[in-house]
C-alpha cells in the first residue's frame, strides 16, 4: 500500500504521482515526434506530411484502445483505496480479457479501413503513399499498444507511476535508435518508422508485465478460468467504454479539421502537422495533471475521502493554471524556433502558418487546465459519460467550425476550431462537478469531517 492516494497531502500526492506521468506522456508523444523528425530529415517534407497527417486516424483506432484501458483501470483504482485485494485481481484478469479482444478487432477492422480512410480525407496524392504504408504497420502493431497501454494503467491504478515511466523510457531510447536504422539505412522508409515504435511499445510491454509478476504478487493469472465473469466484464465495459468512445470522438473532431486542412495544400497540412505536435509536447503537463486526477479520485472515492477529493481538484487546478500560463508564454516567444526544429529554417511559408496557431492556442491553454481537471475528476467517480458528452462537445465545435469558418478565414479558421472545442467541451464538464461536489459534500460523515480537520 505504499504507492496510495489517500493518506498525506493532495498536492504533494499529486505532484509526486503526476511527475512520472508526465516524463511518460512526454515520452508517449516523443515515440512519434521522434518518427516525424528522422523522416523529415531523412525522407523529406512529403514524407513528413504524409506520416503526420495520420495523427487523427492513429488517434481514432489507437485511442480508442487506450482510452479503454484507462477507464477499465478505474475499479482497480477504486478496489485498491478500498484496500480490497481480491477485487482488484479479479478486475485485473476480466480487464485482460477485455483488452485482447479489443485488440484483435480492431486490428481487422483499422486494417481493412486504412484506404478508405485516407479517401475521405482527401489526403494529398503526393502523401497519400506515405500515409498509407506508415499506418499500415502502426495497425499491424495495434496488440503491443493495447497490451502496454493495460499494463502501464494497472500500475498506475495502484498508484504506480514511475515503473511505467521507466520502461516508456526505454522503449523510447529503442524507438529513436530503431528509427534511425530502419529509415536511414534500410529500404523501408516510413514503413521503418512505424516498424521502430511498434517494436518499442512491445519491449516497453513485456518489461511492465515482467514487473507485475514480480512486483505485485496479488496480480495473478493463475485460475483466470474460474475469475472471468460476465457480470464484471460488462460493468467494467460500461465504464471503459465510454473513455474509449470519448478519446475516438475527440480524434474524430481532429480528422474532421484534417480533412479540412488537407483542402489547402502540403504547405498547410505541413504547417498544421508540425504545430500539432509541438502542441502535443507542450500540453503533456496539463494533460498529465488531469490524468493523475482520475487515480487520485478513485482511490479516495474508494474509501470514502470525499473530502479530500475536493480539496485534491482546488489544489491542482491551481498548478494546472499557473503551468497554463507559463506554456502559452513559451508557444508566444518560441514557437517559430520550435517549428525550424522540423522543418528547417528555410520553410518560411510552414514557420509562419505554424507560428500563428501556436500563438492562438497558447493563450487559451488555461481552459483546457479547467477541462482536463474535470473530466479526469469525473471519470474517476466513475461518472464516465460526462466526458462522453464533453467529447461531442468537442466533436460539434470542429464540425461547426470546418463548415463556417475554415471557407471564410482558411488556415486561421482551422486553428480557432481547436480552442472554440476546448470551450465546448468545457461547459458540461465544468456543470457535472459542480453537481458532483455537491454530492460529495452530502455523503461526507461527521466521523469523517473530524478526521479531515484533525489531518489538516
Not at 216 to 230: A, E, M, P, W
Request: some cysteine; proline content about 2%.
Amino acid at each position: 500500500m505504499e504507492n496510495t492516494l489517500t493518506q498525506g497531502t493532495p498536492y504533494k500526492k499529486i505532484i509526486r504521482f503526476t511527475i512520472p506521468l508526465l516524463l511518460g506522456n512526454l515520452i508517449q508523444q516523443l515515440y512519434y515526434t521522434a518518427d516525424a523528425y528522422i523522416v523529415s530529415r531523412t525522407l523529406g517534407v512529403e514524407a513528413f506530411a504524409g506520416v503526420s497527417s495520420t495523427s487523427g486516424i492513429t488517434s481514432l483506432i489507437i485511442g480508442f484502445a487506450q482510452g479503454l484501458t484507462v477507464g477499465l483501470s478505474i475499479l482497480v483504482s477504486k478496489h485498491f483505496g478500498a484496500k480490497d485485494m481480491s477485487k482488484v485481481q479479479t478486475m485485473y484478469v476480466n480487464n485482460m480479457l477485455i483488452s485482447l479482444l479489443a485488440a484483435v478487432l480492431l486490428t481487422v477492422m483499422s486494417l481493412f479501413g486504412i484506404s478508405t480512410l485516407l479517401n475521405i480525407l482527401q489526403t494529398p496524392s503526393d502523401i497519400w503513399q506515405y500515409a498509407h504504408d506508415f499506418l499500415q504497420i502502426i495497425f499491424l502493431g495495434i496488440i503491443t499498444s493495447v497490451l502496454f497501454n493495460f499494463f502501464s494503467n494497472t500500475m498506475r491504478a495502484l498508484g504506480d507511476s514511475r515503473t511505467p515511466f521507466i520502461y516508456l523510457l526505454i522503449g523510447a531510447v529503442l524507438n529513436i535508435f530503431l528509427d534511425v536504422i530502419l529509415v536511414k539505412y534500410t529500404s523501408l522508409g516510413v514503413q521503418g518508422a512505424a516498424l521502430a515504435t511498434i517494436l518499442s511499445q512491445g519491449a516497453a510491454a513485456v518489461l511492465c508485465l515482467m514487473s507485475i509478476r514480480k512486483k505485485y504478487t496479488f496480480l495473478s493469472l493463475k485460475g483466470y478460468k474460474k475469475q472471468i465473469n460476465k457480470e464484471i466484464i460488462f460493468s467494467n465495459l460500461k465504464l471503459g467504454l465510454p473513455v474509449a468512445f470519448q478519446a475516438s470522438i475527440i480524434a474524430l473532431g481532429v480528422i474532421i479539421m484534417q480533412y479540412a486542412v488537407n483542402d489547402m495544400g502540403t504547405v498547410a497540412v505541413a504547417a498544421y502537422a508540425v504545430a500539432s505536435r509541438i502542441e502535443g509536447m507542450a500540453v503533456e503537463p496539463l494533460r498529465s495533471f488531469g490524468m493523475a486526477m482520475t487515480t487520485f479520485t478513485a482511490q479516495n472515492y474508494g474509501g470514502y475521502k470525499y473530502k479530500r477529493i475536493i480539496k485534491g481538484v482546488h489544489q491542482c487546478l491551481l498548478i494546472s493554471i499557473g503551468m497554463a500560463i507559463a506554456l502559452g508564454v513559451m508557444m508566444l516567444f518560441g514557437g517559430r524556433q520550435l517549428t525550424a526544429l522540423f522543418v528547417g529554417k528555410s520553410q518560411s511559408e510552414i514557420l509562419e502558418l505554424s507560428h500563428t496557431f501556436l500563438i492562438i492556442h497558447g493563450s487559451l491553454y488555461m481552459i483546457l487546465s479547467f477541462l482536463f481537471v474535470y473530466r479526469f475528476t469525473l471519470q474517476g467517480l466513475g461518472k464516465s459519460s460526462i466526458p462522453t458528452i464533453s467529447g461531442v462537445m468537442e466533436l460539434v465545435m470542429r464540425i461547426v467550425a470546418a463548415i463556417l469558418l475554415v471557407p471564410s478565414f482558411g488556415f486561421i479558421g482551422a486553428t480557432i476550431a481547436t480552442p472554440l472545442s476546448w470551450i465546448g467541451a468545457l461547459i458540461p464538464s465544468a456543470v457535472a462537478y459542480f453537481i458532483a461536489s455537491k454530492h460529495l459534500k452530502k455523503q461526507l460523515s461527521s466521523n469523517e469531517v473530524k478526521n479531515v480537520m484533525r489531518e489538516y
